[in-house]
C-alpha cells in the first residue's frame, strides 16, 4: 500500500486527482488537503511514498518544502498561467511537472513514471522551461539534467525544417538573418532554434556543431 499526499486548494480538483491513480498497479491511501499545513503534517505523521501537488492561483507551496522532502518524489500538476511557479518546483527537486491541460492519459504516464524513480516533463512543459529558462547561463546545470533524461524517452530527429535552420546556425548565421533568408518570422526561427537545442540536448551553438558533425 502507498501513501499518497494530494494536495489541492480547490476541492473538486483535489477529488479529481485520485481519478489519475485508477488504472496503475498499486493500491493507494490517499491523504487529502486543501492546505501547505496539511501537507506538513501529513510528512510528519506518515510514511509517504508520494506528493501530488496541484499549483493554481491559491497555492501555498514553495521550493523549501520540496528541497526539505527531497527524498520524497513529488509530482506538480499546474495551470498554464502559472508555469512558472511550476517551473521554479521543478528546479527545487520535483520528479514530474505535467499541464492540468493534458490529457489523462499522459497524468497516467507521469505518475507511473515517477512511482518507477523516474522523472518525467509532458511536453508543453519542455516547451515551456527551454523559452524560459535554455539560454539563462545561471540555470544551465540543472537544464542539462532536465534535457538529459527527458530526451532519452523522446526521439531527437530533427525534421527538414529544423535540419536547415541547425545548420545555418552552425554555419555562422544569426536569428535575424535566417529569418530574412528564409522568409519567415523571427519568432520562428527563434522557436525552432530551441526545439533544435532541445531535441540535441545542448545549449549553445559551439555544442550544436560539434554534435551534427558527428
Known amino acids: 500500500m502507498l501513501h ?12 479529481g486527482l485520485k481519478e489519475f491513480f485508477k488504472n496503475l498497479e498499486h493500491e493507494f491511501t490517499f491523504l487529502e488537503t486543501g492546505t501547505v499545513a496539511g501537507v506538513s503534517r501529513y510528512l510528519a505523521s506518515h510514511k509517504v511514498d508520494l506528493v501530488v501537488v496541484g499549483v493554481n492561483e491559491k497555492t501555498g507551496i514553495d521550493s523549501k518544502i520540496i528541497q526539505k522532502h527531497s527524498t520524497i518524489p ?5 495551470n498554464d498561467n502559472l508555469y512558472k511557479k511550476a517551473l521554479s518546483l521543478l528546479l527545487a527537486g520535483a520528479s514530474g511537472c505535467i499541464s492540468k491541460g493534458c490529457p489523462d492519459l499522459e497524468a497516467e ?14 511536453e508543453s512543459t519542455l516547451q515551456k522551461f527551454g523559452y524560459e529558462f535554455l539560454f539563462d547561463p545561471v540555470n544551465q546545470s540543472q537544464i542539462r539534467n532536465f534535457l538529459k533524461y527527458n530526451l532519452q ?16 546556425l552552425v554555419s555562422g548565421m544569426k ?13 520562428t526561427v527563434s522557436t525552432i532554434k530551441r526545439t533544435v537545442m532541445l ?13 551534427l558533425s558527428n
Open 175 to 187: 536569428t535575424s538573418e535566417i529569418a530574412t533568408a528564409l522568409n519567415v518570422r523571427h519568432s
Open 199 to 211: 531535441k540535441k540536448n545542448v545549449i549553445n551553438i559551439v555544442e550544436l556543431a560539434s554534435v
Open 153 to 168: 524517452r523522446k526521439p531527437n530527429k530533427l525534421s527538414p525544417r529544423e535540419q536547415q535552420v541547425a545548420g545555418l
Open 109 to 122: 504516464r507521469c505518475l507511473r513514471e515517477v512511482l518507477a524513480s523516474r522523472r518525467y516533463i509532458c
Open 4 to 15: 499518497v499526499i494530494l494536495y489541492d486548494s480547490h476541492p473538486i480538483i483535489l477529488r
Open 74 to 78: 513529488w509530482v506538480v500538476m499546474y
